[in-house]
Nanobody
């Protein structure tokens, strides 16, 4: 059974940093894009960042460019999201996601991502 387990959320003051990690339970995900989405209360789930299987292609939402960094351990089934200079508007549940095909690492549409983690809460206080 495929599982994505996200960790690392929490409460931080504005300007602070948090690091999220996501581990997949199946090694096949080494070959597939992985990414992060987030969902704030009352809003739709939105794309945050994604990375191709080998880390060669990386994509960010405009709202997080320059502040967030996505990475993955090549050869391992983990993806990380380093979040710096956090703002109150970054408050949301963050979901790890993975695709089931090699291509499309830059696809920001939620519907095209096939596997999802359970979500981890990130709260940024002002």
């Amino acid at each position: 059974q495929v599982q994505l387990v996200g960790t690392g959320g929490g409460l931080v003051q504005a300007g602070g940093s948090l690091r999220l990690s996501c581990a997949a339970s199946v090694r096949t995900f080494i070959y597939y894009p992985m990414g992060w989405f987030r969902q704030a209360p009352g809003k739709e789930r939105e794309f945050v960042a994604s990375i191709s299987w080998n880390g060669g292609s990386i994509y960010y939402a405009d709202s997080v460019k320059g502040r967030f960094t996505i990475s993955r351990d090549v050869g391992k089934i983990t993806v990380n999201l380093q979040m710096n200079s956090l703002k109150p508007e970054d408050t949301a549940v963050y979901y790890c996601a993975a695709r089931s095909v090699v291509s499309g690492s830059g696809d920001y549409r939620r519907s095209t991502w096939d596997y999802w983690g359970q979500g981890t809460q990130v709260t940024v206080s002002s």
